[in-house]
């Protein structure tokens, strides 16, 4: 299985500031998937990443808001921008774990906005 | 779209005994995978158990099981011998077959396990 690099682990921020997290793959993969899980909730696919071209966001998601960049096959960024409290949420990278054709994460980024 | 539903937000078991996690979809494909995913406190999402729509044969991987009902759209998970590190949160996912195809999570089920 893949092993994902996600950080920060955690971000106390401001509102109206933004945020990058980063995901790096140890391995060349072709999609990546951004998740956010808000407090006591499940995973909601925020958009998926294809390198080379723009990102595919979920309904509810826009790019302004969470702008992707996908700049080789084994790294990736989301953006949270403009934050406000409800922003305050845990955010997780994956990728489809070719082996299980499940699907292995980062350790997620925990974020509170204050 | 495809739906996943836990019906049950909090079970407990003692230490060593066995405890089932319900979990039912929705979809009109035939071809599929579903998932069960542990989330511990540390939030690192782990695979624990995976079967393809397309098998008879329920998964098993160690004290895990499933029990798969296609028909009834039914995927319950079956936790043997109980321990302390099975303390988490648990949820039930469902991707189409396919390649990059994007996992849609149920609710999750919060699993206590009692000294």
């Known amino acids: 299985s893949a092993v994902i690099s996600q950080k920060p682990s955690r971000d106390i921020c401001q509102r109206g500031t933004s945020l990058t997290i980063q995901c790096q793959v140890d391995?060349?993969?072709?999609?990546m998937f951004w998740y956010r899980q808000q407090p006591g909730q499940s995973l909601t696919l925020i958009a998926t990443?294809?390198?080379?071209?723009?990102?595919?966001?979920e309904s509810g998601f826009v790019i302004d808001k969470f702008p992707i960049s996908r700049p080789n096959l084994t790294f990736s960024t989301l953006t949270v921008s403009n934050m406000s409290p409800e922003d305050s949420s845990i955010y997780l990278c994956?990728?489809?774990?070719?082996?299980?054709?499940?699907?292995?994460f980062g350790s997620g980024t925990r974020l509170t906005v204050v | 779209a495809q739906t996943v539903t836990q019906s049950q937000p909090e079970m407990s078991v003692q230490e060593a005994e066995t405890v089932t996690l319900s979990c039912t979809y929705d979809?009109?494909?035939?071809?599929?995978?579903l998932f069960w995913y542990k989330q511990p406190p540390s939030r690192q999402m782990i695979l624990v158990i995976r079967?393809?729509?397309?098998?008879?044969q329920n998964a098993t991987e160690n004290r895990f099981s499933v029990n798969f009902q296609k028909a009834a759209k039914s995927f319950s998970l079956k936790i043997s011998d109980s321990q302390l590190g099975d303390a988490a949160m648990y949820f039930c996912?469902?991707?189409?077959?396919?390649?990059?195809?994007?996992?849609?999570f149920g609710t999750g089920t919060k699993l206590q396990v009692i000294p």
């Open positions: 994956s990728v489809e774990d070719t082996g299980s054709y499940g699907y292995t």
């Open positions: 391995s060349q993969v072709t999609m």
């Open positions: 990443a294809n390198q080379g071209s723009e990102a595919t966001y």
């Open positions: 979809t009109s494909e035939s071809d599929y995978y």
């Open positions: 079967q393809e729509a397309y098998k008879q």
């Open positions: 996912a469902y991707r189409t077959f396919g390649g990059y195809q994007k996992v849609t």
